[in-house]
Structure formats: C-alpha cells, structure tokens
C-alpha cells in the first residue's frame, strides 16, 4: 500500500516535502483549536445595536481587511461585523473582538483562529485610523 507513495516521494521529492508541508500545517491548526478554541461559544452570536455602531466607527465604516500588496481593502458598502477569534471557536462577543469585514473579507476568513502576531498588527494599524481614544486591542475572550 504505501510501497507507490514511497516511490512517487522518491521520484519527486518536491511532492513530499508539499505534502509533509500540508500534514504538518494540518496538525497545528488542529492543536491551536484544541488549545485556543476549547470554550463553550459566547451565548450573543452577533454584534448588534450599540457593539455594531461601535465597530463600524471604530473602522471608519471601511473593510479592516490588510494585505501587504494593496494595502487596506477599499471597501466600504454592505460591511459585515465579524469576529476576529471566531465565535464558534469561543471568541467573545465583544467589541475588542470584533472587526469590520467585506463580504469577500469574511468569507475567506471563515472561522480560522488568529494568530497573536496577526492580533497585534491589527491593533497597531487600528491606531492610524480609529477615532482618539477608542481601544485597538483585541481580546479573544471574556
Ligand atoms: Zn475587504
């Protein structure tokens, strides 16, 4: 059985070191839920009322959305109030959880747990353009 697989690695070893890539990037995206999304899910599934107001403030009403080609995504019609750690994997219901998303933003995000790294850059970038004195922060949890 894994006589062929053996001999496709020998024979290509750039498939190998792809596919030791992919388990491997598997295998910690599956210990990071397990460690980072363990919580029970917040009982408020979505940003409402004042927690909205505030986000799209906080945003500019402007995808918050980065990307080191472009820059910050234009986009700033139909937005959408996402949660940075995802409420299925037990992030908060909390504005220092939540960011403003385009369709397309959101969607590609899916419920991907952040990592810390990716939570500071936004809170730095948040300080260019958050109102004075709003908290850039962002906390995962309660
Ligand atoms: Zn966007």
Known sequence: ??????????EHPWLAALVATLAVTQMV???RTAVLGWRPRDPRRLFVGADRAALLARAG???EQHSWLSG???VT????ADHVHPHSRGGATTVANGQVLCGRHNARKANRIP???ELRTLAARRQAYAPPGVPTAVVRHL
Do not use: G, K, T, Y
């Not at 059985?1 to 020998?10: D, N, Q, S, V």
């Not at 019609?77 to 959408?80: A, E, M, V």
């Open 61 to 63: 009403h402007r995808c």
């Open 115 to 117: 990592w810390a790294w």
């Open 72 to 74: 910050r995504c234009p």
């Open 29 to 31: 995206h599956r210990v």
């Open 77 to 80: 019609d139909r937005l959408q």
């Open 1 to 10: 059985m894994l006589a062929p697989i053996a001999e496709a690695a020998a």
